[in-house]
């Protein structure tokens, strides 16, 4: 464990290297905050990276994107399966490079034994310690660095390899031996005042229902508070100064109370020696941002205290393995036959009149994409002929026997925790990932895709200089199967109780959008609450959902304008 070193009458690290203490600090801006989807997924705070799960892959992909793999400070591991776990080793080998190791430096780090500070910490499931030090063991690897790795342990279980001296790899750190609390969960797996540069999200975790222990991660900003007010507290502590360094411990630097004001967490009020009592500064109200990052697991958790640290998630990223799409978005079938037997020009007339009306309609939570009438079991959606109940009904019955979870299991505990945002990965290999030219978020549906077979960034492709291509058919069907399965979760999420979870604002029935990961997407999470913008992209991007959505069920396809194209059918 690392001890907490900060007294809060010692000058703190930022006042040490500050040039002139006395200088009113600006109010900072909160930590830019953007989730990259490599791996599980990648947290960037700025200058400061944490990766969740490292798939084989995830090394080339983190070389291919925009993070520096040099700022990767902490590693959490959901769980052991292969495929979230192969990479770490690589990643470690990139980050900590052995190339420059000198014997010297390798004698120093064996010197320094169990006194050894990592560079980076690793969390996860019992079994990684081993796993880790017995891959660079057997790969006799060696690093310029040294990591640690800590365990998380569940009642009634042990770690899987001590950090004695004899035990520890000559690049290895001591690592902490975390035993889940009574209800189950793991706290302050990071404690909120170390986090490195920019002081204050903690980590907690727990319990997730998997075919092997799997691991989900909470992180928490703490709650804003307004700035302190230097104008009054820097004359009151100077006009203090002699007395303050009279105390037992003395306390040498007066101004460093106020950052004892402002650390974590928040600390009683300090009486000045001339009485008057000086207050921590004040929360404004507002929620810190929580991330909720999720391993492979079947349908939210079933442990109370973990649902309760997920609550108020200001984004929520879950697995999404399985999902039935209904018939007419599967196939298409139903537009190719109308579309063959030549009704072009009354079908046109047709959905243009549809679409006006649908128009209308906009900004009311019942759209066509949005399921209703549902049914609780299979025997009562078979009793009602409805197929596509059925299927669901069977498909989240098989997904839940593999530890895995459908779009209804991640609508409902999204709609359960009140999450601002969601966004769902690990797809089975039924949906294959669309290929399109952006990071963003919310790509239009009719947009130009990749010209490489795999999604790449926007910048790997202005490098590459190669024109984007025209969407096709079969990649706006790749499109629109993802975006029915994400529609099946917003349906769920924005829910029955949709009044209750609305998002407070203008328009009333404001829906929220699921997003489906895809390799380098970029979520970014400026604030706890949906930002204005943020609003705005959705609804944009909701209108286009429904055109598409709409059209493609109907008619097996969608009208596609381009700068300076003439509008192109692209469907059957
Ligand atoms: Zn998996
Ligand atoms: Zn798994």
Redesign the pocket.
């Known amino acids: 464990m690392v001890e907490r070193t900060h007294s809060p009458f010692m000058p703190s690290h930022e006042e040490r290297m500050s040039p002139n203490p006395a200088q009113p600090k600006v109010k900072k801006a909160p930590t830019p905050v953007s989730v990259h989807f490599l791996g599980t997924c990648s947290v960037d705070f700025g200058n400061n990276i944490w990766l969740f799960d490292a798939a084989d892959g995830t090394n080339n992909r983190l070389h291919q994107s925009s993070l520096r793999m040099v700022n990767i400070s902490r590693i959490f591991v959901t769980h052991m399966?292969a495929?979230?776990v192969l990479g770490i080793v690589a990643i470690l080998a990139v980050v900590m490079s052995g190339v420059g190791q000198t014997p010297e430096g390798l004698e120093r780090l064996r010197k320094q034994g169990v006194n050894k500070k990592a560079d980076i910490n690793i969390y996860g499931p019992v079994g990684l310690r081993e796993f880790i030090r017995n891959i660079f063991r057997i790969t006799t690897a060696t690093l310029t660095g040294a990591f640690a790795v800590h365990e998380l342990i569940p009642e009634g279980s042990q770690p899987s390899a001590g950090c004695s001296p004899e035990e520890l790899h000559v690049n290895e750190a001591v690592g902490r031996d975390i035993y889940a609390n009574a209800e189950g969960v793991w706290e302050t797996i990071v404690d909120e005042a170390l986090f490195k540069g920019n002081k204050g999200w903690s980590v907690n975790a727990g319990p997730l229902v998997h075919r092997v222990p799997s691991i989900g991660y909470v992180l928490k900003e703490p709650d804003p508070t307004h700035p302190l007010d230097h104008q009054r507290l820097i004359p009151l502590l100077q006009a203090n100064s002699k007395a303050l360094a009279a105390m037992d411990p003395p306390i040498k630097h007066p101004l460093s109370v106020l950052s004892h004001l402002t650390s974590l967490p928040r600390p009683p009020p300090f009486t000045l020696p001339s009485g008057e009592v000086l207050h921590p500064p004040e929360p404004t109200g507002e929620q810190g941002r929580k991330l909720v990052i999720f391993g492979?697991c079947s349908g939210g958790t079933p442990n109370k205290a973990l649902q309760a640290l997920c609550s108020n998630a200001s984004l929520l990223i879950h697995e999404c393995t399985n999902a039935a799409i209904p018939e007419s978005v599967q196939k298409g079938d139903k537009g190719r036959a109308v579309r063959a037997s030549g009704l072009e020009q009354s079908l046109e007339k047709k959905r243009d009149k549809e679409f006006e009306l649908a128009a209308k309609d906009r900004g009311v939570a019942r759209e066509p994409w949005v399921f209703h009438g549902r049914h609780d079991t299979l025997a009562a959606a078979v009793a009602a002929e409805d197929e596509f109940e059925a299927k669901r009904i069977q498909v989240r019955k098989k997904a839940q026997s593999r530890g895995h979870s459908t779009p209804d299991d991640v609508g409902e505990f999204a709609n359960t925790i009140g999450a601002r945002r969601v966004v769902v990965n690990?797809f089975s290999a039924m949906f294959p990932s669309p290929k399109y030219t952006t990071n963003d978020p919310f790509p239009s549906l009719l947009s130009r895709m990749s010209p490489f077979p795999y999604p790449t960034t926007s910048a790997a492709y202005h490098e590459a200089n190669t024109p984007a291509k025209p969407l096709h058919p079969s990649e706006l069907h790749l499109r629109v199967i993802m975006q029915s399965l994400v529609n099946q979760i917003s349906a769920a999420w924005n829910g029955r109780d949709c009044e209750d979870h609305a998002v407070q604002g203008p328009e009333q029935h404001f829906v929220r959008l699921a997003v489906p990961s895809r390799d380098f997407m970029v979520i970014r999470v400026p604030s706890h609450e949906l930002t204005e913008h943020e609003m705005d992209t959705m609804r944009e991007a909701r209108e286009e959902i429904v055109y598409v959505m709409k059209s493609w069920a109907d008619y097996g396809g969608a009208w596609v304008e381009e700068d300076g194209e003439e509008k192109r059918w692209v469907g059957v």
């Open positions: 399966h495929d979230h492979d690990h």
